[in-house]
């Protein structure tokens, strides 16, 4: 599984002490369909250039004050997909760090309190209830 670490501002103006945030690949769709914007984000940040990408649902994060709607994937990868080291793209200042983690591990961040990232919580209890991997 792979997640990114990154800094988030608003997570530091809530009290996380360093300002950064373990969490699943996304980005903003910038007119694009969720389909290719998930493609683009998940080359630019993590390195991998996945063909094939899966929507298992859509959700509103906080539906009584944001209108954001967020649409969820999952997608197979493998080292040959591996076009470069991610990390974001520069002229966007993205200080991406790729991290390639077990999903036992990721629970167990989880657990810790690590991972505190909502759309990152939910991929992770889908690929567990779904036993995926």
Do not use: W
Not at 9 to 18: F, H, R
Not at 33 to 40: G, K
Not at 97 to 104: A, K, L, P, T, Y
Request: proline share 2%; charged share 25%; aromatic share 8%.
């Amino acid at each position: 599984m792979i997640l990114t670490r990154q800094f988030r501002l608003p997570t530091y103006i809530n009290g996380n002490d360093s300002g950064m945030l373990i969490e699943a690949c996304a980005g903003l769709l910038d007119k694009d369909n969720a389909e290719d914007c998930i493609r683009r984000e998940t080359e630019e940040e993590t390195g991998y250039k996945v063909s094939q990408v899966q929507k298992i649902f859509e959700a509103y994060m906080s539906p009584g004050s944001v209108t954001e709607l967020i649409y969820f994937f999952i997608a197979e990868y493998s080292s040959a997909m591996k076009v470069h080291d991610g990390g974001g793209i520069d002229h966007e200042q993205e200080d991406i760090e790729v991290m390639e983690i077990s999903v036992d591990d990721a629970f167990k961040m989880l657990n810790t309190g690590e991972i505190k990232d909502g759309k990152t919580i939910m991929l992770l209890q889908y690929v567990k209830l779904n036993n995926i991997l």
